[in-house]
């Protein structure tokens, strides 16, 4: 069937060539001017009636009547567009498959020429709409479609079966038109995002033309019944204590008409339905995340949506600190809590939410009472329902020890939103946002929150993080004029925060990664192969080809003590980071004991944190260098195959850490005989890397399923000659750096640098040792030079080498 035939057999057809005629907002913005005319024309005609201009006042009153007559039409067609069938499709998505497609398709097929449906789907408001979410501007659609040549689909996806909705139109053009799909690309824009973008503006339409019709069943519904708690006893000591929740719902509470946790408000619904012992614990590491719960139980309850056991319910939230802060002793707290309840079950209709419950216990505990026994009575009564707020680690340490409590008490551990749960809801907070703020969102910048959000703040839950983030864009873009957000916007919001490299690659950082390894050779000396493996690694993971589950990169070091694999570590840190305080150090020589796995992520029995969770929360982004990794016991090692593995480990109670924005650098000396042999038997370690591996293997140093999981397994080998004579030479370059800072030249020859190689290293401690002999023959003459008074700034040091190696300081 051709389109034209097809829009005309519709019975959308008279609405949508009448919308096409007077679209929505010239319909809106007439009614807006011709409102206004209508009132300057009332005043003006008054004047002229009183003021006795007789001439003048009939004409004015005759304009004023036809310009009524124009509004009241317009409010007619107006009226006739939100009530008609046509409409409540839109808002309700009541389709029938007589209608062969929704609505919002018409619109894109009224647009259809030739019958050539991409054009007509970028040319329809909603197409370019949908577009514009994608983070294409108008322009760059009219230059598309001037260059693209006009082609024709004679077929529809229609069934005969099932309604044709705007996602499988869209779907279907792109998987029909390479041409299509390619232009998308060169934006970014893959098929999921497009179809996101989708399906963020329909929701948009469904939900403003729901919100507009104040007159249907299910709005007429939310407005509250008239003295509907008349029949509901008072509650005058709880309420000096606590916040009736019905009266603030404000407008963000009610935009989230569909809850991202249904499935949990509908288990507290039915915990609190019960005939006795209906009470429920609400575990969640934030606040925020246990209030959404009670928000969405509370809208429920005030809209009617609930079961008839809560329909006259009254949720009140009990303010814990303000509670607590009147009261120093153990009996006045008991009278006034033990009143509040007893008020609350005469009462009969009150939903008591803690705040607070495991401070509210912990707080009577340190006033000598025993808060379990007080309440004991109230939590089996059928009379009043407690909903228990708290956080997961004060749930288990001080709640859920007690069988008592959780007799009565049923508990909902929140789980966390899947991203498009949050995504979701981000949609709808973005509407208010740029209403009021006069920025776009687009479709690819929420998705670039909500990955932020997950990769770089480790702080609460996604969802709590990603609002935090969309809040915080706000001012940031309006401080430097941006109007439009998108996924780079984003990316330099996140990049300012954190310090670290993200989003699109800059030119400066370009420039550093192609030239990573000269970058590292000017710390790190010789080590060609060990440096060439680290920086692909890292190129690799930059350029997004990398598993975002895992760490950045996790290598394994391999070879003598003092040959540079800590050097190498600290290179990586200032070459990436920026700076090389961007390094973590742990000693894990310290953690051989059983209890090394409780002292690196924290023990429950203790309370005792985590060190490694510590220090990983303090700095999330960065080098972590396990040094001397094969000394720790194999709990440790299985610990952090799953680190290698999924990037985090949970903590004593039970709290994600983070480890996915980190190098994770493991040294070891475990094969170090055996590279030793190999180098006097002229052999090459580095092209060795499975036999020393087996080596490791065949002795239990390391088992195979965690070597597995490292991305590269780097072999150093001993520093020959030259490379130490280099090493000499820029630890004396540092020296003599902070000698001119005082105005001290230090003269480096190279004989300084043969001399501090040959005596200050050795086979067993590698360039180790140097820095001590630098420290005792170098630098201590020096100082005492100075202090003495021999050498002052504006001097010149050099030091005279006998045969014997010995070192005499000149001042020249």
């Known amino acids: 069937m051709d389109i034209k035939e097809l829009i005309k057999n519709s019975p959308f057809y008279p609405v949508l060539i009448l919308e096409s005629i007077f679209s929505e907002y010239y319909r809106r913005l007439f009614i807006k001017i011709s409102g206004s005319l209508l009132i300057i024309l009332i005043a003006v005609a008054g004047f002229f009636s009183f003021s006795n201009l007789i001439y003048w006042a009939p004409k004015v009153w005759g304009v004023f009547f036809l310009g009524l007559a124009f509004y009241l ?21 009541r389709y029938q498959p007589g209608d062969f497609f929704t609505f919002t398709v018409g619109r894109v097929l009224l647009n259809v020429k030739d019958g050539d449906i991409l054009r007509g789907f970028l040319l329809s408001p909603v ?9 294409i501007s108008d322009q760059a659609t009219r230059d598309y479609l001037a260059k693209r040549p006009r082609g024709t689909y004679y077929k529809l996806p229609l069934s005969p079966d099932q309604v044709l909705k705007l996602r499988d139109l869209v779907k279907w053009l792109v998987t029909n038109d390479q041409d299509f799909s390619r232009w998308l690309a060169g934006f970014g824009i893959n098929e999921a995002e497009l179809i996101g973008a989708v399906g963020w503006v329909v929701y948009e339409i469904e939900y403003r033309e729901y919100r507009k019709r104040w007159w249907s069943e299910s709005n007429l519904s939310k407005l509250p019944g008239l003295a509907k708690d008349w029949g509901f006893g008072t509650t005058y000591y709880l309420d000096k204590y606590s916040w009736d929740l019905l009266y603030g719902l404000d407008y963000s509470s009610e935009l989230h008409e569909y809850s991202t946790r249904s499935e949990e408000v509908f288990q507290v619904e039915n915990i609190l339905s019960k005939q006795k012992e209906a009470n429920v614990f609400i575990v969640a590491d934030t606040t925020s995340e246990r209030m959404d719960i009670v928000w969405h139980l509370v809208r429920r309850i005030k809209y009617g949506e609930t079961n008839a056991a809560l329909e ?25 809590l033990l009143k509040i309840l007893k008020e609350s079950q005469a009462a009969g209709n009150i939903i008591l939410v803690f705040d607070n419950f495991a401070g509210l216990f912990q707080g009577f505990a340190g006033l000598g009472s025993d ?16 909903i228990g707020l708290a956080g997961t680690e004060d749930f288990h340490h001080l709640l859920e020890s007690n069988a008592s409590l959780m007799a009565t008490f049923d508990r909902i551990f929140l789980r966390p939103l899947p991203d498009e749960s949050i995504i979701r809801s981000l949609e709808q907070t973005v509407w208010a946002i740029e209403k009021e703020h006069k920025l776009f969102f687009t479709y690819p910048a929420l998705l670039a929150i ?3 959000a997950n990769n ?10 990603a609002v935090d983030l969309l809040t915080e864009i706000i001012p940031w873009a309006e401080g430097r004029s941006y109007h439009v957000i998108g996924e780079d916007e984003v990316a330099e919001l996140v990049r300012g925060k954190i310090g670290v490299p993200i989003g699109k690659i800059q030119p400066a950082e370009r420039e550093s990664l192609l030239n990573l390894e000269q970058n590292l050779h000017q710390r790190v000396i010789g080590q060609e192969e060990a440096v060439n493996q680290v920086s692909n690694a890292l190129r690799r993971a930059r350029a997004g080809i990398r598993n975002e589950a895992r760490p950045i990169g996790s290598f394994l070091f391999l070879g003598p003590t003092g040959v540079g694999k800590t050097e190498t570590s600290k290179a990586l840190a200032e070459v990436m980071f920026g700076n090389e305080d961007k390094m973590i150090r742990l000693d894990m020589s310290e953690y051989q004991t059983t209890e090394a796995v409780a002292k690196l992520i924290g023990s429950s029995a203790t309370g005792q944190s985590g060190i490694l969770a510590d220090l990983v929360r303090e700095h999330p982004y960065g080098v972590l260098l396990l040094d001397e990794f094969e000394k720790t016991p194999p709990a440790v090692h299985d610990l952090f195959l799953q680190i290698f593995d999924e990037g985090y480990f949970s903590d004593k109670s039970g709290k994600k850490v983070n480890l996915r924005n980190l190098i994770i650098i493991a040294t070891s000396n475990a094969a170090a005989d055996l590279i030793w042999q190999m180098v006097r038997s002229g052999q090459a370690p580095q092209e060795k890397v499975d036999e020393l591996i087996d080596y490791i293997v065949q002795r239990a140093i390391l088992k195979p399923e965690l070597l597995n999981r490292f991305d590269a397994v780097v072999v150093f080998h001993p520093l020959r000659a030259d490379e130490l004579n280099k090493i000499a030479s820029l630890m004396l370059s540092k020296l003599a750096k902070r000698l001119n800072s005082q105005g001290i030249d230090l003269l480096i020859k190279d004989k300084l640098a043969e001399t501090v190689a040959r005596l200050g ?3 067993v401690f590698g360039a180790r040792p140097m820095q001590r002999f630098i420290q005792d023959k170098i630098e201590q003459p020096i100082a005492n030079a100075i202090i003495s008074g021999i050498v002052a700034s504006g001097n010149t040091v050099d030091f005279d080498i006998d045969n014997t ?7 020249k």
């Open 73 to 93: 039409a317009a409010r007619m067609l107006e009226f006739y567009f939100n009530a008609s069938y046509y409409f409540d499709n839109v808002a309700l998505n």
């Open 127 to 135: 197409g370019r709409q949908i577009i514009r979410r994608c983070g």
């Open 312 to 336: 006259h319910k009254r949720p009140v939230l009990f303010n814990t600190a303000v509670f607590m802060a009147h009261f120093k002793d153990k009996a006045s707290v008991e009278s006034e």
């Open 371 to 386: 808060f379990i026994s007080l309440v004991y009575p109230f939590l089996v009564s059928n009379a009043i329902q407690i």
């Open 450 to 452: 909500v990955k932020s």
């Open 456 to 465: 770089y703040f480790v702080v609460s839950d996604s969802g709590d993080k």
């Open 761 to 763: 290293s050795n086979e």
């Open 805 to 811: 190696g010995q070192l005499t300081l000149v001042k």
